[in-house]
């Protein structure tokens, strides 16, 4: 987990405010409009805890006074004592992933002023969910849970060097012996069904709704549908349905990446995944067109990203027949990564 306050600064133009008048001569200092100076960012979880700028009043001021003058809307905003620049933030429950603002003014003991604008971007709570595809496995037993990885490890490294403020949540933990955030709920053989509901439906602590109330997140990345394959996914729309349940029941909003599956390598002589992909991809436009579903899907397409030239499984991306190497768990990765960073913040 990364639930510390993180901090990045991204100064911009600054528009400085002169003292006196110019043409008219003499009076107050004028105040110009917010101009965007910094960017936080706000950890995962709690509280935000940072220093507002001086820009440039320290130089010539030894008491400088500093006033929140708009208040974000997503979250409240403190200062430590009247004054002060040290404040803390808070996002409000259920306010959702999105970017927050807040304007202040700094004030030195000439009655010189200067307002500023600060952003504050959320860090974002990924969960990917699925089976072994989703730990990482290649193979019956390999590589090692330690060192399981999958298309986890070279994502989040592409986001984080990217400048992504992410947390990657879930119950299981695999791929903890590299230095990387090894959360996730990629649960190996288990079919659709098991993701929706659990393998102990009534004892509820199972699921896809159960793994949300443990470990919230903005973004599910969902892969599944491997095992148990029979062409109809009626069982993937039951997954979405309990994602939908918990935000209704939470009032917390999540965005699903939704997966086209990746293809068995040879390809099944039957064409179900074929099968099964174009009927998830009906599902999923159904529900974005229909308005009484509050879903907010975005299709990703793995299957195709595995594939070569001739419109097959590319054979040197698998390791085995249901699950890809290194090189075809990076393809993911990078798949994943183009359809997020459409969506997630970040500082400058």
Same mark, same amino acid.
């Given at each position: 987990?990364?639930?510390? $306050?993180?901090?990045?600064?991204?100064?911009?133009?600054?528009?400085?405010?002169?003292?006196?008048?110019?043409?008219?001569? +003499?009076?107050?200092?004028?105040? %110009?409009?917010?101009?965007?100076?910094?960017?936080?960012?706000?950890?995962?979880?709690?509280?935000?805890?940072?220093?507002?700028?001086?820009?440039?009043?320290?130089?010539?001021?030894?008491?400088?006074?500093?006033? *929140?003058?708009?208040?974000?809307?997503r979250g409240e905003i403190l200062l430590?004592?009247?004054?002060?620049? !040290?404040?803390?933030?808070?996002?409000?429950?259920?306010?959702?992933?999105?970017?927050?603002?807040?304007?202040?003014? *700094?004030?030195?003991?000439?009655?010189?002023?200067?307002?500023?604008?600060?952003?504050?971007?959320?860090?974002?709570?990924?969960?990917?969910?699925?089976?072994?595809?989703?730990?990482? *496995?290649?193979?019956? +037993?390999?590589? %090692?849970?330690?060192?399981?990885?999958?298309?986890?490890?070279?994502?989040?490294? $592409?986001?984080?060097?990217?400048?992504?403020?992410?947390?990657? #949540?879930?119950?299981?933990? !695999?791929?903890?012996?590299?230095?990387?955030?090894?959360?996730?709920?990629?649960?190996?053989?288990?079919?659709?069904?098991?993701?929706?509901?659990?393998?102990?439906?009534?004892?509820?602590?199972?699921?896809?709704?159960?793994?949300?109330?443990?470990?919230?997140?903005?973004?599910?990345?969902? !892969?599944?549908?491997?095992?148990?394959?029979?062409?109809?996914?009626?069982?993937?729309?039951?997954?979405?349905? %309990?994602?939908?349940?918990?935000?209704?029941?939470?009032?917390? !909003?999540?965005? #699903?990446?939704?997966?086209? *599956?990746?293809?068995?390598?040879?390809?099944?002589?039957?064409?179900?995944?074929?099968?099964?992909?174009?009927?998830l991809e009906s599902v999923a436009r159904?529900?974005? $067109?229909?308005?009484?579903?509050?879903?907010?899907?975005?299709?990703?397409?793995?299957?195709?990203?595995?594939?070569?030239?001739? +419109?097959?499984?590319?054979?040197?991306?698998?390791?085995?027949?249901?699950?890809?190497?290194? $090189?075809?768990?990076? #393809?993911?990765?990078?798949?994943?990564?183009?359809?997020?960073?459409?969506?997630?913040?970040?500082?400058?």
């Amino acid at each position: 987990m990364t639930d510390s $306050a993180r901090m990045a600064f991204c100064f911009m133009t600054l528009v400085v405010t002169g003292c006196g008048g110019g043409g008219g001569g +003499g009076g107050a200092p004028e105040e %110009e409009a917010p101009t965007p100076v910094a960017c936080y960012v706000a950890p995962a979880e709690g509280t935000l805890r940072g220093e507002l700028e001086a820009f440039g009043f320290a130089a010539h001021s030894d008491q400088l006074t500093f006033e *929140i003058r708009r208040k974000p809307e997503r979250g409240e905003i403190l200062l430590d004592a009247p004054g002060s620049s !040290h404040f803390s933030y808070t996002r409000s429950p259920g306010a959702g992933y999105g970017e927050d603002s807040f304007e202040f003014s *700094i004030e030195d003991d000439s009655g010189a002023r200067r307002v500023a604008r600060a952003r504050i971007v959320p860090t974002a709570r990924i969960m990917p969910l699925g089976d072994s595809i989703t730990s990482g *496995i290649m193979d019956v +037993g390999f590589p %090692e849970p330690s060192h399981r990885t999958g298309y986890r490890l070279p994502l989040f490294n $592409a986001l984080t060097d990217g400048g992504y403020p992410l947390d990657m #949540v879930g119950s299981l933990v !695999h791929g903890d012996a590299l230095p990387f955030d090894a959360d996730h709920e990629g649960h190996g053989g288990w079919r659709d069904d098991e993701i929706a509901w659990g393998q102990t439906a009534d004892a509820g602590d199972d699921g896809a709704y159960a793994w949300l109330n443990l470990n919230p997140a903005d973004f599910v990345l969902l !892969h599944i549908g491997t095992n148990g394959l029979d062409g109809n996914a009626d069982d993937v729309q039951s997954v979405l349905d %309990e994602i939908e349940r918990w935000e209704s029941d939470t009032g917390n !909003h999540v965005t #699903v990446l939704l997966a086209r *599956i990746i293809d068995t390598y040879p390809r099944d002589a039957e064409g179900l995944v074929e099968q099964f992909n174009d009927n998830l991809e009906s599902v999923a436009r159904t529900r974005i $067109a229909d308005p009484t579903f509050q879903d907010d899907i975005v299709l990703v397409d793995q299957q195709r990203a595995l594939w070569n030239e001739q +419109g097959e499984p590319d054979g040197s991306l698998y390791y085995s027949a249901q699950h890809p190497n290194e $090189a075809g768990y990076q #393809v993911m990765a990078d798949t994943w990564s183009r359809a997020l960073e459409r969506l997630l913040l970040k500082c400058p």
